[in-house]
């Protein structure tokens, strides 16, 4: 049994009867869909993160120099720390989704600063009979010494403001707990999902004598000894499967593992970008996977072939249909904008979802045009595709 005929046995492989569009060219499907599921209540329960966002720009927007207020307060703190050379300067706003990180990193350097002067400490005690060299290191230590006490005067500071700040947004709904608990979700479903299309495949491979290698969580950058990050085309490949053909590596798929049918949409024109690098790649330098060697001839399959030979999403979602409209939201829509939150959750405007789906009629040719091409690299047709869906 191939490869593709084992996944069809244990995976629903998608056709065009699963193409079930939500037509939101008709302005009374859009908007029962957004003010079902850009509602509030409906977000906090669905799509947390989401949810903060639209608090904490409404706060921003009713609310701004008391919001700013913390912000400076961090980042002019964060500022001095690194005049002193105690701690990065960075900016707390990256943070904001992850407060307990800077926590973190604050109780590392404090670390590596008792750590430093520990270490010139014990220094010191070989060096006691060479006066001048233990007064130079005892000299450093008072210095860092120095340095310890201003970082944790600031760091005090800086974890009782971050504390006001958390206690402020919390007023509002914004649980910082919570969105850790998202995000460790949101990671955990994503290992999860690996860990089960790992298991799928490496079982084919060992019912098949381990005639076919698996090898996951692929740097492209690394592997191609690309020096230049690009975020054009695919940067890390969750899988490829392999075989050992007269002592010469032959890949047969690369595989991704996908949450959502959606989140294809965009991947696909990653991979067709690094289908190119490949093609313009002269493979003079050895390329290492581990204790295998690739050369020209291992890619010959992903340069001269298209897609659907070669490329397999593993998708793993319940809702095993696809929809173009997603397409308005990643090409022509951007519904969660400052202008809609103010408009929209603040101002209550009639007009706001007239002029988001005026933008949708005008963009209509262009997202079918977007979804036809789709089609045509996923081999989506009345059979079967390159997409199958795992309901896990």
């Known amino acids: 049994m191939n490869f593709i005929d084992y996944l069809k046995c244990h995976a629903q492989n998608l056709n065009n009867k699963d193409i079930k569009h939500m037509n939101i060219e008709k302005y009374k499907i859009f908007k029962e869909f957004i003010d079902e599921h850009y509602e509030l209540e409906y977000m906090k329960k669905n799509n947390y993160i989401k949810y903060v966002k639209i608090i904490r720009q409404k706060i921003v927007y009713l609310y701004h120099d008391q919001y700013y207020y913390y912000i400076d307060e961090i980042n002019q703190i964060i500022k001095m720390m690194s005049d002193y050379h105690v701690f990065y300067k960075i900016n707390f706003k990256k943070y904001l989704y992850n407060v307990d990180k800077i926590k973190k990193e604050l109780n590392k350097r404090e670390k590596n600063l008792y750590d430093t002067i520990h270490h010139f400490q014990e220094m010191s005690k070989q060096y006691g009979s060479k006066p001048k060299i233990k007064f130079q290191i005892l000299h450093t230590v008072n210095s860092y010494c120095y340095k310890l006490s201003i ?35 949101r ?61 010469q590596v032959i890949i047969e798929h690369i595989i991704e593992v996908k949450s959502s049918i959606k989140s294809s949409y965009e991947d696909i024109y990653k991979i067709l970008a690094l289908q190119e ?51 308005y939201f990643a090409y022509v829509l951007k519904i969660i904008d400052n202008e809609f939150i103010k408009n929209y959750y603040v101002e209550k405007k009639e007009d706001v979802l007239r002029k988001k789906h005026h933008q949708i009629l005008k ?24 997409l199958f869906m795992l309901n896990l």
């Open 151 to 185: 970082f944790k005067k600031l760091k005090r500071e800086m974890l009782c403001i971050i504390k006001d700040f958390i206690n402020y947004e919390e007023s509002f709904g914004i649980d910082q707990k919570l969105i850790q608990l998202n995000n460790m979700e």
């Open 277 to 327: 690098v490949l093609k313009n790649m002269t493979f003079s330098d050895k390329i290492y996977l581990d204790e295998y060697v690739l050369t020209y001839k291992s890619f010959e399959k992903i340069i001269h072939k298209p897609l659907k030979d070669w490329l397999i999403y593993m998708i793993i979602d319940v809702k095993n249909k696809i929809d173009k409209s997603h397409l």
């Open 363 to 386: 963009k209509e040719k262009y997202v079918q045009q977007l979804f036809n091409l789709w089609v045509g690299h996923v081999n989506l047709n009345n059979n079967d595709s390159i």
């Open 187 to 247: 990671t955990y479903i994503g290992k999860k999902s690996e860990y089960h299309i790992s298991k799928l495949i490496h079982n084919y491979t060992k019912k098949h004598n381990h005639e076919m290698i698996y090898k996951e969580n692929i740097d492209i950058f690394k592997l191609l000894h690309i020096k230049i990050n690009s975020t054009h085309f695919k940067g890390e490949i969750d899988g490829l499967l392999f075989k050992i053909v007269d002592g």
